[in-house]
RNA sequence: GGUGGGGUUCCCGAGUGGUCAAAGGGAACAGACUGUAAAUCUGUCGGCGUAGCCUUCGAAGGUUCAAAUCCUUCCCCCACCA
């Protein structure tokens, strides 16, 4: 017999832990429940989205990658897009005001998202995934209705218990609004909506989801005597500390045009080695044996970055597929191996057309541009006080030959092919510039 | 509504009349070392620029040769009390 959708994510680490009473334990609601369900008959797992983006970005990789793995055994994806819920924002997890969407907005990201999602779990077929948005049942509902429905199955005491709403409560300089308190009422709403109609036994999320998720669990108990079950996975830390998913402060998104393909598979080559082996099993389907020797080769031979290369192979394949692979591939052959020499238009544009580019006027070029200006000009630096430090500094190269001079002034002459210039700040930051009459 | 405490450069946070473009820490960026890794070390970190100048310390006014610092009004946040 295959092995388990439940033993699957739990080798992956994608199930979290927690402690209890000095031991380790899976944070999912019953776990014998779970794997009883998950094995004897098809079940239906929701997990929900925010729609306030028109992408999603590396960060939702975790539940995309939990709900593939349930399609993958046989269940059946539920994506929740929160169009009524991410007008409130959730107290747990951090509690910046959100801006309120308006539907067409939320309708066009959904759309997009959906897109994104399809390149993981197929929205077609036998167990297809469905899409549903809380604003449809949610929004019909009125505040009495509400309260005679919802809030009369939860004790204030049982609210301000949970860690979410405590946290906030001890927090002197924080507080929490009536609006952040009864976000949990809405979110366990979900899930008994979800559960009542769509069949749906199981609600992933992250860690910080497990007190919403078990006021879901508990509503369903409460007014219809069934059990469901509550499964999180953990937040993705990097081994420093740094935040998961960004580069140079940018989200790291799924959408090609936001994030190119080249810049995403540079996201994940960059990884540290105390992360790959983690992030091999979270964002790819590699099987876990493969893994492990992957790993193996990797720590006999760190310097070739084995490990590095599968993962960042894997997941931009599934992401841009193998033609977004491809030109990510040649371009990192180009930038990090060989120089510019000899190269044409032709062959830059292709193997950079994912580099970030600014067109400039070939006449000023032959009046002479300073170094300066381009870099200031190109948005490469904020400004022209910022360039002259980072020339200074030694963190610039013009077409891959670091710049000692301050003051160089660019002409036709420094063209790296007819009619570009090739910009790059520190070791990995490139810019192009083109020229035109 | 009352009382008290606050709003400082990306974040935290010092600074109570000139020596403040503003301590310290973090983040970020660049350099060195490496393996496009981590750790470490070094430098930079409001704008323009050779010296120097210009714009910042919740907002608007005012006092002063001189204000982030004093005064007035206003806006916002927090705590306690009612």
Not at 6 to 33: C, P, S
Not at 217 to 227: A, N, P, Q, Y
Not at 261 to 273: G, K, L, T, V
Request: glycine share 8%; with cysteine.
């Amino acid at each position: 017999m295959a092995k388990s959708v439940f033993d699957e994510l739990n080798d992956r680490g994608l199930i979290n832990k927690v402690d209890r009473d000095g031991k380790q334990i899976l944070a999912v609601t019953n776990e014998v429940a779970a794997r009883e369900a998950l094995s004897s008959r098809k079940v239906s797992i929701y997990i929900g989205f925010d729609p306030s983006a028109t992408s999603l970005h590396v960060g939702n990789l975790v539940p995309i990658m939990t709900l593939a793995h349930f399609q993958r055994a046989g269940h059946r994806p539920i994506v929740l897009v929160g169009g009524a819920t991410g007008m409130i924002g959730d107290p747990s997890g951090r509690s910046t005001e959100r801006t309120l969407l308006d539907n067409d907005e939320v309708d066009k990201n959904v759309e997009a998202i959906k897109k994104q999602l399809s390149r993981f779990v197929s929205f077609e077929g036998e167990n297809a995934a469905i899409m549903v948005n809380n604003a449809d049942w949610i929004g019909q509902k009125s505040y009495l209705e509400w309260l005679r429905d919802v809030g009369k199955h939860f004790t204030v005491n049982y609210m301000i218990a949970k860690e979410s709403v405590r946290s906030r409560l001890e927090d002197r300089e924080q507080g929490i609004t009536y609006t952040e308190f009864s976000y949990m009422l809405l979110q366990a709403y979900d899930f008994f909506h979800l559960f009542t109609e769509f069949d749906c036994l199981i609600q992933g999320g992250g860690s910080d989801q497990w007190g919403n998720i078990t006021a879901g669990t508990d509503l369903i108990r409460k007014r219809t005597g069934k059990e469901a079950i509550g499964i999180t996975y953990p937040l993705i830390t990097t081994a420093s500390g740094e935040k998961f998913g960004k580069s140079a402060g940018n989200a790291i998104w799924l959408d090609g045009d936001l994030t190119s393909p080249y810049s995403f598979y540079q996201y994940w080559i960059n990884s540290e080695d105390a992360d790959v082996e983690r992030y091999l099993k979270f964002f790819s389907f590699v099987p876990v044996e493969d893994i492990a020797t992957i790993c193996e080769e990797h720590a006999k031979d760190p310097h070739k970055r084995e490990a590095q290369k599968r993962l960042a192979a894997e997941v931009t394949r599934v992401v841009h597929g193998e033609e977004g692979l491809q030109s990510a591939l040649r371009a990192t052959q180009v930038l990090f191996g060989s120089t510019l020499d000899g190269l044409s238009d032709k062959e830059l544009n292709e193997i950079f057309k994912d580099v970030p580019s600014t067109d400039m006027k070939m006449t000023d070029l032959k009046a002479g541009i300073t170094l300066i200006d381009m870099l200031a000009d190109t948005g490469m630096c904020k400004s022209k006080g910022e360039a002259r430090r980072l020339i200074k500094g030694g963190g610039v190269s013009v077409n891959n030959n670091r710049v000692e001079d301050i003051e160089l002034t660019l002409t036709d002459a420094n063209l790296a092919s007819e009619t570009m210039i090739m910009l790059r700040s520190g070791k990995k930051r490139y810019h192009l510039v083109k020229f035109q009459n």
